[in-house]
């Protein structure tokens, strides 16, 4: 059977709309079903397609942790070995002192609130998912721990593939055009820190909340760059 496509790149879909048929190779099977040769979108999204290769982006929905992600998370509950951790899933996920100190932990010799208490943030990766979605994390590696300055901004997690952008377009356009370093994790939650000041910080706060609402409509780098140009003039940044 010969292969078809009835949707165009960057077109808005939802759910049950007819994508393609025939033999097609399916990029995002979480966000596609098929039935009899034909598949059909399973959620609201941003089609994707390379060649005879297509997939939906989906524009809202949970975070659900993969084994590798690199999340953003905040501590909500102190234990004897262990911290929780909220890292926007359905469930918390677990962050043991042994990762975090890199030793073992005496419980009856130190409190782990001396190390990371209620509130704080951590920038870690996802070491691994159980049963019942228990979700293990890790700080082990270069970059990863307390996060102890910045901004956090939040957005849906099914938006976070637009900031980032194409072979990383968008993501790169913030960082060339504000000059800040920013870390997008995979559960929706970006650091912005090390700005030239806070007018640049906050041009970027405003981009990816732009970004977030304006992600199912086509041309949104061109639209960004613009958007941030316009604001750096009004707020006299250029050169600074």
Known sequence: MASSIYVQNRELVTPGQLLGEGKLTITTPTTMYSLDSKYYSAVVGLVDIEGDKIGVIPLEGFYYPKVGDVV????????????????RAPHSAVLYASDFLNRPVNPGREALSDY??????????????????????????????????????????AKIPRVIGKKGSMLQLLLNECKCEITVAQNGRI????CPNKDFEEVVI???KKI?????????????KE??????????LFGG
Do not use: Q, Y
Request: charged content about 25%.
């Open 72 to 87: 953003i998370g905040i501590i909500t509950s102190v234990g004897i070995s262990s911290w929780e951790v909220d890292i």
């Open 212 to 224: 977030e609402r304006e992600a199912h409509i086509p041309g949104l780098t061109d639209r960004i």
């Open 116 to 157: 990371l208490d209620i509130g704080d943030v951590v920038l870690a990766k996802v070491e691994s998912v159980g049963r019942g979605r228990v979700t293990t994390l890790t700080v082990r590696g270069k970059g990863f721990g307390k996060v102890s300055k910045g901004s956090l901004v939040e957005i849906g997690s």
């Open 206 to 208: 405003m981009a990816i």
């Open 191 to 194: 650091l912005i820190s090390n």
């Open 227 to 236: 958007f941030i140009i316009k604001e750096k003039v009004r707020r006299g």
